[in-house]
């Protein structure tokens, strides 16, 4: 059973950075792809940013220039960097992997996210 493990949320001002990081566990083969979700209340959980095995990246085009998504020094862990934050990048922040193409992703069980202006 695979199972996220996500930190580095929090609060900040306007304008600072913050990294984020989640870890799968409980398989030994890479993963497919893994990334990051975002949801505000009341709006739909929508894309921040994936990483696929092949190095490939997908950002939302409101993130893009300002977050970059890369692997982290361990297995099937992965690291967002997010620069820049605004106000409108706080939400709930949650993790997800897929160990196929077309396997089921996992979630994580998110992390808070807030910047203040």
């Known amino acids: 059973q695979v199972q996220l493990m996500e930190s580095g949320g929090g609060s900040v001002q306007a304008g600072e950075s913050l990294r984020l990081s989640c870890a799968a566990h409980?398989?030994?083969?890479?993963?497919?792809?893994m990334g990051w979700y975002r949801q505000s209340p009341g709006k739909t959980r929508d894309l921040v940013a994936t990483?696929?095995?092949?190095?490939?990246?997908n950002y939302a085009d409101s993130v893009k220039g300002r977050f970059t998504i890369s692997r982290g020094d361990t297995r099937n862990t992965i690291e967002l960097r997010m620069n820049s934050l605004t106000p409108e990048d706080t939400a709930v922040y949650y993790c997800t992997v897929k160990f196929a193409a077309f396997g089921s992703a996992t979630w994580g069980q998110g992390i808070q996210v807030s910047v203040s202006s």
């Open positions: 409980g398989r030994s083969s890479p993963f497919w792809s």
């Open positions: 990483l696929s095995v092949t190095g490939s990246t």
